[in-house]
Structure formats: structure tokens, C-alpha cells
């Protein structure tokens, strides 16, 4: 994969090489993939609806589409590039749009996995909150992102724990170099604090966890 200077999944490229590229530089990618597919079968309700905002190439959907098969749910995939969306070979509906514009309808689901750290800080409370507003009683948001470090030498500890992983997925030094100085700017982690204080954290990996926040 060529990586831009400033990163962008608006680049067929980078689209055509997401999935491969994703696996290599998260080596537990497809580990999450898998425990959200277990969390959606205990929220997705008959005939409900689920929404998979930063879908790429369909990851999330192709792990719930059995669930949604079964209980006869509907999934629309948000995309922001038209590039991935091209790409996309998920269940459902892919729409080409910004989430932070999106009008969204009642739903079970919100899966957002890998996208808030993309969203600028300032969108992002209003965000979490009109999806939170959307869920039905009952239903509920996964959130899987990068996080800002936590303080002192643990945050060192963490830090090379993500590298190491990079490395034993056997990810070029110069390409794990390319990438993360190209997302200067572009790629802003998210702080646990601008979640609401009912996120159950359910992974964590270096610099990256994942929550589960249910609509009471």
C-alpha cells in the first residue's frame, strides 16, 4: 500500500488495500470483529434495525449477517468515501454520507468500530448523543477506538505493546513509521471521558479499547 502523506480512505488504494492493511496493523482486528458479532445477537431485535457507521468494506456486517438473517433486521452501512463504499460486500444497505449529518432513525445497533478517532473532537459529543437519542429501550452503541495514553510509564508500556503487535504481524518498520506520521492530524484519539459514563469497557489492547453502552 502506498500511504499518503496525510491519511485518507478517500484514495482507492488505500480502499482496495484496507482490509489487508487493517489485519496487519491491528493484530487483534478480527478478535473484536468477533466479539462484536456476539454482542449484537443479544441486542438485535425481530425486525429491527442496526446501524455500522464507518463501515468499510463490510467487516461488521458480514460478522452480524447471520443474526440479521435470523431475526429478519435490516443493517444500513454509513460510508464516507465513495471509494470504500465501492468496495463494500456486506449485508444491507451501504449509503455514502458524513455521520455527523446523518438523520437516523430508531434502531437496536449502533456499531462504531474504528471511526470516532476520525471525527473531530468538536462533532464528536453531538454525535454519541443523537445515536444514543436514536436507540431504542434496550438497545445499544459499541465503541472500539484509539484512545489518548493514559499517564506516566503504564502509557509507555501500552504504547509498545500496539508497536509489538505491529511487529509480530510482521509490518515493515518504515511502514509502521509512514503510517502513524500520516496521521498526524487526520487521526485524533478519542478521550474514555467523552463517553458516557455508563460505557462498560470490554477490551483493551495498548492503546486501544472498546465499550459497550446500553440505552436504559
Request: charged fraction near 25%; charge should be neutral.
Amino acid at each position: 500500500m502506498n500511504i499518503p502523506r496525510d491519511w485518507t480512505f478517500k484514495d482507492a488504494g488505500i480502499a482496495e488495500g484496507f482490509d489487508r492493511h487493517v489485519r496487519e496493523q491491528l493484530p487483534w482486528y478480527d478478535l473484536t470483529t468477533g466479539v462484536i458479532a456476539h454482542i449484537a445477537r443479544h441486542y438485535v431485535s425481530e425486525n429491527g434495525l442496526v446501524y455500522d457507521i464507518g463501515a468499510s468494506t463490510g467487516n461488521v456486517a458480514n460478522a452480524i449477517s447471520e443474526t440479521l438473517s435470523s431475526r429478519n433486521a435490516k443493517l444500513i452501512a454509513i460510508e464516507n468515501s465513495e471509494q470504500m463504499a465501492k468496495l463494500y460486500s456486506g449485508p444491507g444497505e451501504v449509503v455514502v454520507a458524513d455521520a455527523t449529518e446523518f438523520q437516523f432513525k430508531k434502531c437496536d445497533f449502533v456499531v462504531c468500530f474504528l471511526v470516532l478517532m476520525f471525527i473531530k473532537p468538536c462533532l464528536r459529543a453531538e454525535l454519541i448523543s443523537r445515536i444514543l437519542e436514536s436507540l431504542n429501550a434496550g438497545g445499544a452503541l459499541v465503541v472500539l477506538d484509539k484512545c489518548v495514553p493514559v499517564t506516566g510509564y503504564p502509557s509507555v508500556v501500552l504504547q509498545r505493546l500496539a508497536l509489538a503487535g505491529k511487529v509480530a504481524a510482521k509490518v515493515k518498520a518504515d511502514e509502521i513509521v509512514k503510517k502513524e506520521l500520516s496521521l498526524g492530524g487526520v487521526q485524533r484519539p478519542l478521550n474514555p471521558k467523552e463517553l458516557p459514563e455508563t460505557a462498560v469497557e470490554f477490551f483493551r489492547f495498548g492503546d486501544f479499547a472498546g465499550w459497550l453502552i446500553e440505552k436504559l
